[in-house]
């Protein structure tokens, strides 16, 4: 398997853009997540979902961010209208729905993004 | 809820050394504790995890961490430090399988020659 894919890998745009950010998880994974990765906040979760449907999105900073997932190969980020604050290493990660007892790790992560907002 | 502190955010060794990257937690119920690695511009792959199984558990690389309950500790470990352990090094706690992760801030590992 391929593994977590995340495009684009880098990213720079200028503040007020819209910004989409792609994942496409390993396949017959039902569990999706979002996390961002900054300096002063480490590491934090956005959103996930279970079968395509969000489960807990309390972690998407404000309105400008959304996330979907129309299927499950594919989900997306979106930040609308971007700014310079949003700068930071976005990663998917997803994993089975089984229990942590019967599989040898448990999320899987993507090589992230990195959008730099100007 | 649950968090995880990671005490040191920079550790240096000398290869060969004991590596010691010290990570606690905080839980109101059993949690499942993993260390994942972060090399320079890659995502986090997973080293080991702890499932309420055995206390000390291995990882991958030569790695292993030791859970302790009196302690709300799962320090990281790894007897002979090489220089390609240099990297990122996060704890992280969750109370499921498949809920999100909660990380600790990270150490960053730097093996001096």
């Known amino acids: 398997d391929a593994g977590v894919i995340q495009s684009p890998r880098h990213e720079v745009t200028e503040m007020g853009q819209e910004v989409t950010l792609r994942c496409k998880p390993i396949s017959g994974h039902d569990y999706l997540f979002w996390y961002r990765q900054t300096m002063m906040r480490g590491l934090e979760l956005l959103i996930y979902?279970?079968?395509?449907?969000?489960?807990?999105d309390s972690g998407m900073p404000e309105d400008r961010f959304s996330a979907k997932m129309p299927n499950a190969s594919f989900s997306t980020l979106k930040i609308q209208p971007s700014e310079p604050r949003d700068s930071a290493v976005y990663f998917c990660?997803?994993?089975?729905?089984?229990?942590?007892?019967?599989?040898?790790?448990?999320?899987?992560f993507g090589p992230g993004t990195r959008l730099t907002v100007l | 809820a649950q968090s995880v502190t990671q005490l040191g955010s920079h550790v240096s060794v000398s290869e060969g050394a004991l590596v010691l990257l010290r990570c606690n937690y905080s839980s109101s119920v059993p949690p499942y504790l993993f260390w994942y690695v972060q090399y320079p511009n890659q995502g986090l792959q997973l080293l080991l995890k702890?499932?309420?199984?055995?206390?000390l558990v291995k990882g991958i690389n030569g790695f292993e961490a030791e859970f302790k309950k009196s302690e709300t500790s799962f320090h990281l470990t790894k007897p002979s430090a090489h220089m390609s352990d240099a990297a990122e090094y996060f704890c992280a706690v969750t109370l499921s399988g498949n809920t999100p992760l909660v990380f600790g801030k990270g150490t960053r590992l730097s093996v001096i020659a």
């Open positions: 979902f279970n079968n395509n449907v969000p489960i807990d």
């Open positions: 702890y499932t309420s199984a055995a206390t």
């Open positions: 990660a997803s994993s089975l729905e089984e229990t942590v007892w019967a599989s040898t790790d448990t999320q899987y």
